[in-house]
Structures are given as structure tokens and as C-alpha cells.
């Protein structure tokens, strides 16, 4: 088992308050949290690791991955109370209505902005000589 980057008193910490069930929520989340972006780190032919045991910038990286896994849980947590709704619209007379979920039936995710904020999602340029 890997490094887990945050604790629930780091949730904690930012004024979220937790019942007793979502401690144990958030204790469990956390873990998944963690290793879920070491994976995908690793999609990205990078190690969280070792960008965190980094002299220079370790200490403010670890601090933007615990910043990264406390949003996660804090969503995870919000979700199951209800579900995350990214857009809705209504009509009138005929009434209509539609409303689209952030994540369906995915608890636990990261924005593209948070991945980006670590330096994940770059993009590479390459090209493949034909001759």
C-alpha cells in the first residue's frame, strides 16, 4: 500500500464538520483518494513521490496533493448526500425539464484543473518519422 497524502484532520482542518459515519467515510476515501492519483500520475509517466521528495518543491507539491485528495473526499462526501448536478433547465407551459450529473456514478474524481495545478496533464508534442 502506498503513501496516503492527507488525514481527516486535514478535512477537518478547512471547516468541514463530519459526523461519526463520515469519518470512517472520509478515513477510507482518503486511501482511495491517494492511490487513485498515483495511478493516474503514473498514466502520465509521472511519480507523486518522488515530485513530493524533491528539495526544491517538494514541500509546496505535497501540500497541492493534500489540497487535491481533501477536495476529492470533501465531493465524495457531498455526493452522498446528494448527487452532484452540473447543469439544469427548466421550461414552462409543456413543462420540460433536464438536469445533468457531474459524475454519474463515479464518487470519487479529480477536476482537469487539479491535475493540471500538479503538472499531470501536459500535453506532448512527438511525431513519427514515415521514411
Known amino acids: 500500500m502506498g503513501n496516503v497524502y492527507a488525514s481527516v484532520s486535514d478535512i477537518l ?30 498514466n502520465y509517466h509521472k511519480d507523486i513521490d518522488a515530485m513530493i521528495s524533491d528539495e526544491a518543491t517538494g514541500a509546496d507539491f505535497a501540500l497541492a496533493v493534500k489540497a487535491v485528495i481533501v477536495n476529492a473526499v470533501c465531493r465524495a462526501l457531498d455526493s452522498a448526500n446528494s448527487a452532484p448536478v452540473s447543469s439544469e433547465s427548466q421550461s ?34 512527438g511525431a513519427i518519422e514515415v521514411y
Do not use: H, M
Open 13 to 42: 482542518a478547512i471547516g468541514r464538520t463530519l459526523t461519526a459515519q463520515q469519518q470512517e467515510s472520509a478515513e477510507v476515501l482518503r486511501t482511495q483518494a491517494s492511490a487513485k492519483l498515483c495511478v493516474t500520475a503514473r
Open 92 to 125: 414552462g407551459l409543456g413543462y420540460s425539464a433536464s438536469v445533468t450529473y457531474a459524475a454519474p456514478g463515479q464518487d470519487l474524481y479529480f477536476l482537469r484543473n487539479e491535475l493540471r495545478d500538479l503538472g499531470l496533464r501536459q500535453q506532448y508534442y
